[in-house]
């Protein structure tokens, strides 16, 4: 489905924003400072009004929806911007849209579109995607919640206020065990968090949880699965725009190098190579533009079974074209693409790090494979 006026205009401000505030070289900015994102460039995203761009009116956002929010993450991955948009305004927004109390949405809600509050999905703890495993536990004792457990890479776990973290509850009245997502405040007693460094510089952590009481509030209601499709879908639609600015920025390459007397952009097996990159992207790009919009739709085409496939298919093929893209940036550059002076080298560690964010390639395959039957 086209765009409409609205979205192709977010669009068009979004990409001139990152790309003339945070363009690819100011990773090294940030990798230079010690930090994971510039704080200036969160505040100017919370005022351009994309971090309130899923929250309704009512609680100080745009309400523009799940494809609107989608083209910004993808111009602000063609310029690999470092900053809590994904994290807080997609999933987090998200997860208290779908699974907060009125309480919670009017307590949270402001702040998250306002970008005082960033959020972090706490979710993984080995180095497979399992979250159907997951081995943190949270228990009543009397009307508030005791969690114990740990998390491990968990993006912006370094610097976000509030962790929504997945955890086991015992079913009441069963022998069985539910999941659930919690909202920790990071400052709680017994909460300890290790950063990690990437190869891309960005802000991961490994959190612990050791006997960290919660208010009877912490809970968030309904199922769990959705969050995470919703987070794949968000990490798609950031690998596709850094998968075209690294196609963009090879085919200016080709265009202006030359090599035997004329531009390299004239041997044919390298034409070959961008095309069948060219073809892969378009590919990609259905996928995420069905899964958003699926979000934004009626009920049967976000239902859970639909949801879930789509979240597969665009991960597994987001992550598998990014990973060819960058190999591909770097190669077609020479020698140049192998030096950290060049912006070759940040899109392929980027790339490196999204596709294992949430599940892999292969993870995602696997488990579209089983939806539809194969």
């Given at each position: 489905?086209?765009?409409?006026?609205?979205?192709?205009m977010?669009?068009?401000?979004?990409?001139?924003?990152?790309?003339e505030?945070?363009?690819?070289?100011?990773?090294?900015?940030?990798?230079?400072?010690?930090?994971?994102?510039?704080?200036?460039?969160?505040?100017?995203?919370?005022?351009?009004?994309?971090?309130?761009?899923?929250?309704?009116?009512?609680?100080?956002?745009?309400?523009?929806?799940?494809?609107?929010?989608?083209?910004?993450?993808?111009?602000?991955?063609?310029?690999?911007a470092?900053?809590?948009?994904?994290?807080?305004?997609?999933?987090?927004?998200?997860?208290?849209?779908?699974?907060?109390?009125?309480?919670?949405?009017?307590?949270?809600?402001?702040?998250?579109?306002?970008?005082?509050?960033?959020?972090?999905?706490?979710?993984?703890?080995?180095?497979?995607?399992?979250?159907?495993?997951?081995?943190?536990?949270?228990?009543?004792?009397?009307?508030?919640?005791?969690?114990?457990?740990?998390?491990?890479?968990?993006?912006?776990?370094?610097?976000?206020?509030?962790?929504?973290?997945?955890?086991?509850?015992?079913?009441?009245g069963?022998?069985s065990?539910?999941?659930r997502?919690?909202?920790?405040?990071?400052?709680?007693?017994?909460?300890?968090?290790?950063?990690?460094?990437?190869?891309?510089?960005?802000?991961?952590?490994?959190?612990?949880?050791?006997?960290?009481?919660?208010?009877?509030?912490?809970?968030?209601?309904?199922?769990?699965?959705?969050?995470?499709d919703?987070?794949?879908?968000?990490?798609?639609?950031?690998?596709?725009?850094?998968?075209?600015?690294?196609?963009?920025?090879?085919?200016?390459?080709?265009?202006?190098?030359?090599?035997?007397?004329?531009?390299?952009?004239?041997?044919?097996?390298?034409?070959?190579?961008?095309?069948?990159?060219?073809?892969?992207?378009?590919?990609?790009?259905?996928?995420v533009?069905?899964?958003?919009?699926?979000?934004?739709?009626?009920?049967?085409?976000?239902?859970?079974?639909?949801?879930?496939?789509?979240?597969?298919?665009?991960?597994?093929?987001?992550?598998?074209?990014?990973?060819?893209?960058?190999?591909?940036?770097?190669?077609?550059?020479?020698?140049?693409?192998?030096?950290?002076?060049?912006?070759?080298?940040?899109?392929?560690?980027?790339a490196?790090?999204?596709?294992?964010?949430?599940?892999?390639?292969?993870?995602?395959?696997?488990?579209?494979?089983?939806?539809?039957?194969?």
């Amino acid at each position: 489905m086209s765009m409409n006026s609205d979205q192709q205009m977010l669009e068009d401000s979004a990409r001139q924003f990152f790309a003339e505030r945070s363009p690819p070289a100011a990773v090294r900015g940030n990798r230079a400072a010690g930090r994971s994102f510039d704080p200036d460039l969160w505040r100017e995203i919370a005022e351009l009004g994309f971090a309130g761009a899923l929250i309704p009116e009512m609680y100080g956002g745009s309400g523009i929806g799940y494809r609107g929010l989608g083209v910004v993450l993808d111009a602000a991955g063609r310029s690999l911007a470092a900053s809590p948009l994904l994290q807080s305004a997609f999933i987090g927004a998200a997860a208290l849209l779908r699974h907060g109390s009125p309480e919670q949405q009017t307590r949270l809600l402001p702040r998250i579109a306002s970008g005082e509050l960033t959020l972090a999905l706490a979710m993984d703890e080995q180095a497979h995607h399992r979250p159907e495993d997951t081995r943190t536990k949270a228990h009543r004792v009397g009307d508030r919640w005791v969690l114990d457990g740990h998390k491990r890479l968990v993006a912006d776990g370094d610097s976000a206020a509030l962790l929504l973290t997945l955890a086991r509850v015992e079913a009441e009245g069963s022998d069985s065990d539910c999941l659930r997502w919690f909202l920790v405040p990071a400052t709680t007693t017994g909460v300890t968090r290790q950063r990690r460094h990437t190869v891309d510089g960005e802000g991961f952590a490994d959190i612990e949880f050791a006997a960290v009481e919660l208010d009877a509030e912490a809970a968030l209601g309904g199922a769990w699965q959705d969050v995470i499709d919703i987070a794949c879908i968000g990490v798609a639609s950031t690998m596709q725009g850094a998968a075209e600015a690294a196609l963009a920025l090879t085919l200016d390459h080709l265009k202006t190098r030359s090599q035997f007397g004329q531009l390299i952009g004239s041997f044919q097996a390298l034409q070959h190579r961008v095309a069948r990159l060219y073809v892969d992207l378009q590919l990609a790009r259905a996928a995420v533009t069905a899964a958003l919009d699926a979000l934004d739709g009626p009920g049967d085409a976000n239902s859970e079974g639909q949801l879930q496939k789509l979240a597969s298919l665009c991960k597994a093929l987001c992550g598998e074209t990014l990973h060819e893209v960058s190999n591909e940036t770097v190669q077609l550059h020479g020698g140049i693409g192998m030096t950290d002076v060049h912006d070759s080298g940040l899109f392929l560690k980027r790339a490196r790090v999204l596709e294992t964010l949430y599940g892999s390639s292969s993870h995602h395959r696997d488990r579209y494979a089983r939806f539809v039957g194969i």
